[in-house]
């Protein structure tokens, strides 16, 4: 079946740890995205991917860093320099065509303690 | 700031009837807009999509789009309490390629 795929589901970081979340596609998308959602809110665009090897800030990047090393791929680390980084955290994907309907994975909902 | 606004609710809606969700955008030049549905705890689901002035219909879904007005809405006809969801207004602004903004979200409660 093609799909996304985030791991963990849950994540619970110390303060001052660095995190990476997982995110894989199977779906031939070019395009990748992370965005982060917090309680009663809409979601809000951290980095994206169009292409391997490049990647754009979103709205909110400070404190996180992303790689793309493979069209599959698209790990987000959320680093200890991000000051309120409990949230539900989804990764999406689309084409680079086309509408830019894009596809959610399930979620990594990160909490700090 | 390109911004999407969305009542936020809570909207209940008794078994049956036709729930209405609205949403407004501020980039004139926006071209693509989405629906998606979204259950307590889950991600995003893609439910409706619309690029052209009108309506389009997907089984009990419709979706409306002025342009003119930047105003797209999204009537649930027949609403169930599987429908019972928060859902989600998204547009692909002018200029901005492949990303979207989306708006806060209205949460939807179907009453048996």
């Known amino acids: 079946d093609g799909g996304i795929t985030q791991s963990p589901k849950y994540l619970f970081r110390k303060e001052g740890q660095n995190v990476t979340l997982s995110c894989e596609q199977n779906?031939?998308?070019?395009?990748m995205y992370w965005y982060r959602q917090d309680p009663g809110q809409g979601l809000r665009l951290i980095y994206y991917s169009q292409i391997v090897n490049d990647f754009q800030k979103g709205d909110i990047a400070e404190g996180y860093s992303v790689s793309r090393e493979k069209k599959e791929s698209f790990p987000l680390t959320v680093t200890s320099a991000q000051k309120n980084p409990t949230a539900f955290y989804l990764c999406a994907s689309s084409t680079r065509t086309g509408n830019n309907e894009q596809f959610f994975g399930p979620g990594t909902r990160l909490t700090v303690l | 700031q390109k911004e999407v606004e969305q009542n936020s609710g809570p909207l209940s809606v008794p078994e049956g009837a036709i729930a209405s969700l609205n949403c407004t955008y501020s980039d004139r030049g926006s071209q693509s807009f989405f629906w998606y549905r979204q259950y307590s705890g889950k991600s995003p689901e893609l439910i409706m999509s619309i690029y052209s002035n009108g309506d389009k219909e997907d089984g009990r879904f419709t979706a409306q789009l002025n342009k003119a007005s930047q105003y797209v809405s999204l009537l649930i006809r027949d609403s169930q309490p599987s429908d019972s969801a928060t859902y989600l207004c998204?547009?692909?602004?002018?200029?901005?390629?492949?990303?979207?903004?989306f708006g806060s979200g209205t949460q939807l409660t179907v009453l048996p």
């Open positions: 998204a547009v692909s602004p002018s200029g901005s390629a492949r990303q979207l903004t």
């Open positions: 779906l031939n998308h070019d395009a």
